[in-house]
């Protein structure tokens, strides 16, 4: 009777729509509702890389850093060469105490990617700025609205506009 719940009609602007709810959740501190929608979003479009940055962010807004690592290490084998997988990769990486993969991972992001890309932008701006206090500080951490206090404000990556009769 509970069968799950795959592929429903839901457009890019759609899954845009509601992951964006979860980051706004996010930065309102509403860690564990950014998690149900972006739980959600990973059930019903499997498909798709953004519910993995989303549930990665959850994890760094509760000081998991290690989690959010390996969270981004399973969409990347779903998701291979995602620019922005790897971006968000390498902040967690950076957020975990790894310097010099978060960097190698940055750099495979801006390499990834167009330099108008946001995920570039992203990486570029993460390896220019050496993380805060020198040393990673996620194990400290708090749940917070997704990382404002740390690293300047990342927009949501954007999905690919794709055909509507690629399924």
């Known amino acids: 009777m ?7 009609p839901l457009t890019d602007d ?19 509702h950014a998690q149900v ?5 990973r059930v019903i479009k499997p498909e798709k890389s953004l519910p993995w940055i989303g549930l990665s962010q959850v994890q760094l807004g509760l000081g998991r850093a290690q989690e959010a690592v390996r969270m981004l290490r399973k969409a990347l084998v779903e998701h291979p060469a995602d620019g922005d997988l790897l971006a968000y990769l390498g902040l967690a990486l950076r957020e975990a105490g790894h310097e010099r993969e978060s960097n190698a991972v940055l750099q ?31 194990p400290r951490r708090k749940a917070q609205p997704a990382l404002a206090a740390t690293y300047p404000k990342i927009p949501p990556p954007r999905l690919r506009r794709e055909s509507r009769h690629a399924r």
Do not use: K, W, Y
Request: net charge negative.
């Open 2 to 8: 509970n069968a799950p719940v795959r592929n429903l």
């Open 14 to 32: 759609d899954l845009r729509l509601v992951a964006q709810i979860g980051f706004i959740a996010l930065e309102s501190a509403q860690v564990l």
């Open 37 to 41: 929608i972006f739980d959600a979003l």
């Open 108 to 138: 495979s992001a801006c390499d990834a990617g167009q330099p108008t890309d946001p995920h570039v932008a992203m990486a570029r701006a993460l390896l220019t700025r050496p993380p805060a206090g020198g040393v990673s500080t996620a």
